[in-house]
C-alpha cells in the first residue's frame, strides 16, 4: 500500500509564499502522475495541480497558473507545490493524491492513494 505524508503547511499572509512537499513510499513509475487537491470547508475538494512522473509534465486549475507550481524529485519520489501569491481564498486542507492511470485527470476520484493532508491558512 502507498504511504503518501505531505508536510509545509502553515499560516501566512496574503502574498506569502509556501512550500508544500508530499513524500511517497514507493517508486513512482513513469507514466503515473502525482496530484495536489484542496478543499476547503464547506466546499468539495478540488484540483489543484498534476505533475506526469515520465517528463514532469505539469497541469494545473485556472484559480492557481501562475501562482503555484509543481515539481518533482524523483530520487525522492517527493513532489512539490510552491505557492507564492497567496490569497485567502486559497485557504484549505491541501492533498496529495497519485493516480496510476496512463492519462491525466484533475478528478479526485480516480486518485486512488491520498496523504493525510496539511492546513494551509492564509489571513487577509
Known amino acids: 500500500q502507498v504511504q503518501l505524508v505531505e508536510s509545509g503547511g502553515g499560516l501566512v499572509q496574503a502574498g506569502d509564499s509556501l512550500r508544500l512537499s508530499c513524500a511517497a513510499s514507493?517508486?513512482?513509475?513513469?507514466?503515473?502522475?502525482l496530484g495536489w487537491f484542496r478543499q476547503a470547508p464547506g466546499k468539495e475538494r478540488e484540483f489543484v495541480a498534476a505533475?506526469?512522473?515520465?517528463?514532469?509534465?505539469?497541469f494545473y486549475s485556472d484559480s492557481v497558473k501562475g501562482r503555484f507550481t509543481i515539481s518533482r524529485d524523483n530520487a525522492k519520489n517527493t513532489v512539490y507545490l510552491q505557492m507564492n501569491s497567496l490569497k485567502p481564498d486559497d485557504t484549505a486542507v491541501y492533498s496529495c493524491?497519485?493516480?496510476?492511470?496512463?492519462?491525466?485527470?484533475?478528478?479526485?476520484?480516480?486518485?486512488?492513494?491520498w496523504g493525510q493532508g496539511t492546513q494551509v491558512t492564509v489571513s487577509s
Open positions: 493524491a497519485l493516480w496510476r492511470g496512463g492519462r491525466p485527470s484533475f478528478e479526485p476520484k480516480n486518485y486512488d492513494s
Open positions: 514507493i517508486h513512482i513509475a513513469s507514466f503515473w502522475f
Open positions: 505533475i506526469r512522473w515520465l517528463d514532469s509534465t505539469t
